[in-house]
């Protein structure tokens, strides 16, 4: 293992080229920014943030975060709007635009290195106004207490989470974040550390310290704020996948779990995929992502409940225009009859109920030999696209959030399979009918 990660840590050092021209790029935006500041009495303050200012960015992909300090008396109305006035204002030339958390940031790209312009309250900590205000202290904490070693330590950690897909905090991801990777670095010492603690780690277990319950798999609590589960922001799939490639990575490290790696794809479950594309007036990728996300979740639910059996599901936007709902069913087609359990026959007013109930619609009716009164039910819809389409014409306000519901209105199509599907498209959607790649290390 340690001449693997040897071997990585080189890799993932930036070199002193890289290091002089990505400060070239943080000094020209951080003056740019600090230029404006001034017309605004009710800004304090800037300072770096985020991996930039803590030493524990990637070369490939580091952002530039540059936080404006708002003084705690400003409303949340002029937060906003200043911070975007300076945020335009200092970018201009680099043609920005907003980006969405809790609140709005400007973002622009000078040189293929994105600029983060994002406010924040001048607050002591615990007493937050905004998300972005633990985001300082998360900065001076880890300033303080990495060492340079760690900090490369961390380096390998990100490296290791964007090969396996699983790494960025983002909601259309889900993944771990680097704040995370730097928390799980601090906490076990090393990311040789990490893998074998994390692969043996058991269900809800605590990794820093806390008062406090929380109901995820594992809780990785935030060491400047100890009410607060890091965790919570991480899908159950990526913690699944996380605990999977540590325990595969700690019984055969090898350079392949730093490299990207291909889907196993499925050719013959296309058939099985439902489709639901319609566009959308752009917006933040943080709210589309969120709606779209919902949606997909109440459509599987309706599925379900007309008897199509949802093996997985996703969404997907170019963040553009275009969104795609994906359903990977056990069949886009069904049997049209099926038998529904009622109530034990010893429950008198409930098994007269159901008898009552779905006597004159029922096909058949008898009781098991499991003790239950069974009715034979018939479906109204045994096709999936059929199904689709009659429930959205009619549930369109009740099953759809209300931010897309206008997108839906406008048109949108239901098919099965790849047929019109363009390639991008289709690689979107070929990872509900592949084998997981964290699985194939277990050959």
């Keep these: 293992m340690n001449q693997v990660i040897n071997k990585v840590t080189k890799d993932v050092i930036p070199s002193k080229v890289i290091e002089q021209s990505k400060k070239k790029i943080a000094d020209l935006a951080f ?39 708002f003084k705690k008396s400003t409303s949340e109305e002029k937060f906003e709007k200043i911070s975007k006035k300076i945020g335009f204002a200092s970018l201009k030339e680099y043609s920005p635009y907003v980006r969405y958390s809790e609140h709005p940031y400007v973002e622009a790209k000078i040189n293929n290195t994105k600029i983060n312009v994002v406010p924040f309250y001048d607050v002591k900590i615990g007493e937050w106004k905004s ?37 960025g905090a ?32 058991k269900e809800n277990q605590v990794i820093g310290k806390t008062s406090k319950n929380f109901e995820t798999p594992i809780v990785v609590i ?7 589960n890091l965790a919570a922001a991480i899908s159950n799939e990526n913690i699944g996948k996380f605990i999977l490639i540590c325990r595969a990575f700690k019984d055969k490290a090898t350079l392949t779990f730093f490299k990207n790696k291909k889907l196993r794809t499925s050719k013959k479950y296309w058939e099985n995929l439902l489709v639901i594309k319609f566009n959308f007036k752009i917006r933040s990728p943080d709210i589309i992502w969120g709606q779209i996300k919902r949606a997909t979740s109440s459509l599987s639910t309706q599925l379900e409940l007309a008897g ?4 997985r599901s996703k969404s997907y936007t170019d963040q553009q225009k275009e969104v795609y709902l994906f359903f990977f069913l056990e069949s886009s ?39 239950k ?23 369109l306000q009740t099953c759809i959030p209300k931010g897309l519901q206008s997108d839906f209105k406008r048109g949108y199509k239901i098919s099965v399979g790849k047929k019109n599907l363009s390639k991008s498209i289709k690689e979107a959607a070929s990872e509900l009918i592949s084998t997981d790649g964290t699985l194939i290390y277990f050959n």
Excluded: C
């Design 31 to 69: 003056k740019l920014v600090e230029r404006e500041i001034g017309k605004f009495p009710e800004v304090i303050g800037l300072e770096f943030g985020g991996s930039y200012a803590k030493g524990t960015w990637l070369s490939k992909d580091a952002d530039i975060d540059i936080f404006v300090r």
């Design 131 to 167: 998300s972005a205000d633990r985001s300082t202290f998360h900065t001076k904490f880890m300033q303080k207490s990495l060492t340079l070693k760690m900090k490369n330590e961390v380096r390998v950690l990100k490296t290791f989470l964007k090969s396996n897909n699983i790494y």
């Design 170 to 201: 983002e909601i259309a991801k889900q993944g771990l974040s680097g704040y995370v990777s730097e928390v799980l670095i601090l906490h076990f010492g090393s990311f040789e550390n990490v893998i074998k603690s994390i692969s043996q780690i």
């Design 222 to 228: 935030d060491p400047i704020d100890s009410n607060r």
């Design 308 to 311: 199509f059996n949802v093996l």
């Design 333 to 371: 087609k069904i049997v049209q009859i099926y038998s529904k359990n009622g109530p034990d026959f010893f429950r008198e007013d409930s098994s007269k109920s159901f008898i009552s109930k779905n006597l004159k619609n029922s096909e058949l009716m008898w009781v098991g030999n499991n003790g």
């Design 373 to 395: 009164i069974i009715s034979l039910e018939k479906r109204k819809h045994v096709d999936a696209i059929k199904f689709m389409s009659e429930f959205l014409k009619k549930n």
